[in-house]
């Protein structure tokens, strides 16, 4: 029996599929698009193709978009998901993930290997994937180009936490013709320090701190959020599929 | 999570009106008499027409034939009864 | 034949805008309250008061105002209701619930000012509501900065008596508000042309009771472990209380407290086993506002129980019925409203206690502390009570919302997280 994720988030969706040992047999991703029920079905197909026949295995949904699934035999919420799936790819049962997602980030206090508290943003995406994505495109850079280069730069802070008036501070930084990579800071700055902002109002202790996400990858995002919180802060290649993970554990 | 168990528009939903609330409240009475279920509903506006009154009572598919038979026999006043696709959708979420 | 379009007219109303929310009422009723299976019979009574909320207690009362009796809109649990009655007045509550009075309240206040207040104001203003016209004087209350500026600004438009609310519970403060009350018993002595008597006085405070005690019944059923009803219904039931005859409604609920005991003796519920039982604590849901209850009871959880304005703290604690004259019944009074716990006063352990108390009474799974945007004191107390909650093992979420729909499927997702996390 296999068991299929699938993580329908608002930028990329994420399947992932498992066998009853919880062993990872395959993750793929695939951008969201503007059409969940869309997306729901060339997943179908690509599981399909890869001889995952969805009718076959059990299949959970989770994510924003988790009730766009049709062929889903339930639904769970991307909290719980998480919480499972970072779980079994750190090998934890006490741990603190922080989700840095498309439009809402999430920080999950685990503890035994349950959900014991979370907080999640509100509606506004200071914070998110999202402002990442849009100072990125205003800097004519794709997002992970943008964490990679704040590396090398410094000592610039964006000080609006609403996107679109972040976006015209970093237009007005662009034409005072500060540096790229002093922006790209800024930017990566903001983001981070919201982040830790909600990350604070959960009591962690002494919880290795986890970072999954589609922000994972890059290595920048987890120095600086370390940096923040005054822990290490780790991730993993699996971290972005986290939510997709854990929905098909949900299912076993 | 537990679905809401969910009617569909293949459902259909009768709704008796009434020229005024007086006439609505005593069927609705009848009807409790007889134990034939009904309940009391605000008029949906595509259905109300001219009539000014806000209430209606809603009846389900399966007890129609029975609220029919006992109005062909208390002859209760009522306006009109209206057959239309269920619109009740617990999951539309948009509040007034 | 009722012809409330007339009705209204004569209120000096705007049809045209009121209408767009009669328009959207029938089918956000249905969604929320006609989709739910097996409900209580004695609802009916509260279906018919929606289907014609604008029409049938408005025209009783301006059948009331014909025969000489005046109309106090209230905004708050701590107006004495008791007062107006024994001077043959009426209350009606006036507290508006819908994002569709919001914007008429933007015109004249700051975007920060919290839904309750934008809508109230809103509501009056845009002449969108019959309440809000016929109240012949509008009562407010000093319980937070929001709604005392709020007051100045409907003072201009209709006649306003504020009354000035203690902020400590030092013994002081109590003779304060008996002081208060014996004013605004001055003040509705010379509205209504009718002195306030011990013995009058004394009859408003039994029927007050009598309602609180009803209201209470309805309440104490859904102690039950087999819910007999779910808590949109009993909100709805509580929000309607504002508004109705309190003999009517003490009636009413107490046919529905029959109905339920008969439930719970027959085990009889209208939530399948185990689903998780939900105490909800924190700012006024203002009819028509059943947002939340929605959401939680279409994500596998049921609402047992409301420490809210528009819940626990209209009803508990009763007024002293023993006192002979009007300086006894005046502390009397003060006493029984002093002991409710809002968020205006400090320190507030009170309400901490109430919550904790609250969720063992009706064993609640897990805790929502609601808070409607832009009330400072509800969202900084936020902090006390979460941190009692977890301290007892309770979980407990925090959650900010306004009237609006649109962060509805975010807070399905925490809702529903919530949930999943009590296991």
Redesign the interface.
Known sequence: MHYIGIDIGSTSAKTAVLDENKNILEVFAQPTGWSSIDTAESIGKNLREKGFAPEECKVVSTG?GRVAVPFSD???????CHAKGASLIFGLEDLLVVDIGGQ?TKVILIENG?????V?N??CSAGTGRFLEVMANTLAMRPDELCTLAKSGGNTSISSLCTVFAESEVISLIGRGEKKENIAFGVVDSIIKKVAIQANRLPAGSKQAVLTGGLCECDYICEALSRELKTEVITDKNARFAGAIGAALCGM | MTEEKRRTEKDRNYYILFENYTHGLALDKILKEEGIPARIAPTPRSIQGELSCGMSLLVLEKDIAAVRECIERRKPKYYSIVEMECQINPNRNVFC | MSDYVKMWEDLGMDLETHDQLCQVLPTAFGDVYLSQENRPEGMGFWDFVVSEIHGIRPSELIEAQKNGQKVFGTFCVYVPDEVVIAANGIVTGLCGGSQFWVPGGEKVLPKNTCPLIKASVGARLDRTCPFFRIADMYVGETTCDGKKKAYEILAEDVPVHVMDMPQMKRAEDYDKWAHEIELFAGVVEEQTGNKVTPEKLAEAIKIINNKRKALKRVYDARKADKLPISGKDALLMMQIAFFDDPVRCAEMCNKLADELDQRIADGVSVFPEGTKRILLTGTPLAIPNWKLHHIIETSGAAVVCEEMCTGTRYFENLVDETQTTLEGQYKALADRYMKNNCACFTPNEGRIDDIIRLAKEYKADGVIDVNLKFCSIYDTEGFFVERALKEAGIPVLGIETDYTDSDAEQLKTRIEAFIEMLG
Do not use: C, N, R
């Open positions: 924003y339930k639904t769970v919420t991307e909290i719980t809402d349950f959900v014991k508290d979370f999640m509100d509606k």
